[in-house]
């Protein structure tokens, strides 16, 4: 397409699709079905700069805009869409230790982090706090030096796997978001319990997981921004990873495109392939189309964030398009493939299953609308 990109940025974008094609893709469908964590390749990663894209340099990280984060993460997601949501989150993780850290949290967490030494998780989701985040139950009370955390967060990214956990937790009286406070808490942690992997559709390669604080205590330097941010530091963290989410389902919408103009191209009935029949064509313009304007959409988002504006419409707007548009195209591409798409030995079954969780994860559809809704009524 021809968005006129950086030098840098074209750079970025050429580097990283070279490791995804080269590195990543060839073992995606194994570690899919194995449900294989990759580890080594997460590794190579960090040495890439990729962990903490948009950290500067001086703490570790890659030093390049949001613009250049959207596009590394599409070919990311290109190749393995499970792969892409470990970036994605760690990315994520690194945005308030940069924004709220102080130097020595800085030092001492953000640096392993965006450099891909530790990995990062982020932990607010609660059995019976989802979409309504103001409504976490996870508690910490101030004793002496230490804050002591009572509680559990569900479908945890990463958390199998990372080494330093950002968790939301309730502090004092105050209601709702007014009450929650940010904590940097380590694995290892006495009291900390991290539960076994969930069995999931898609992303498979990803970690997602439980965790149980039973008393688990966290030295008091280790809140992250003041007391009452708890909340204010979540929403800004997620503003960015869905700029996340949405490169990550266009990097799967892409993919599904390629399959299927390749299996239609390829697959002849009534004399003639797939991609000869108008019903077909449609099929592959609607894609084109969304997958377009999904991908000007993130970079928009990106762009704002580059230029230090408010972009919570922005990554709202353009999660909630992507999501859903990756669902779409991954359905079209699976019936393109008919029921041969519906085996395993054809890339765009894993496509599928991973599509789904895009318009769930980082906010429902439902919650980007609230998001966008709120800001037109504002
Ligand atoms: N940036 C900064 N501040 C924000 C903000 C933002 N994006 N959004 C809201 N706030 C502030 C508001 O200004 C308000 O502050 P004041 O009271 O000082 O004015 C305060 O936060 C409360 O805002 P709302 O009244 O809008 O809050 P709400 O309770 O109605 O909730 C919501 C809004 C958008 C639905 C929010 O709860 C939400 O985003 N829910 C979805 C949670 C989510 O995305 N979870 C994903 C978990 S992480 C994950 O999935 C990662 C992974 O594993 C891949």
Redesign the pocket.
Known sequence: MSFPLTEEQHMVQLMVREFARKEIEPVAARNDVESRFPTAIIDKMGGLGLMGMMVPAEYGGGGTTAVSYVLALQEIAYACAATA?TM??NN?VCGPLLEYGTEEQKEKYLIPLASGETLGS?A??EPEA?????SVSTRAVLKGNKYIINGSKV????GGHAGTFIVIARLGDKP???GMSAFIVERGTPGFEIGPEEKKMGVRASS?VSLVFDDCAVPAENMLGGEGEG??I???A??S?RIG?SSQAIGIARAAFDEAIKYGSMRKQFGRALVRNQAIQWMIADAARDIEAAHLLALSAAMAKDRGESF?RQASISKLFSSEAAVRICYDALQIHGGYGYTKDFKVERLYRDARVTTI????SE?QR??IA?NALK
């Not at 989802?130 to 103001?134: F, L, P, Q, R, T």
């Not at 479908?155 to 990463?158: C, Q, S």
């Open positions: 949501v994605s989150v994520l982020f607010i989701t989802g979409s309504d985040a103001a479908f945890i990214t990463n709702r978001h007014r997602t909340f204010k979540a929403m800004t997620l503003d990873g989410i919570t994860y980082e906010g429902t919650v609230i998001v709120n």
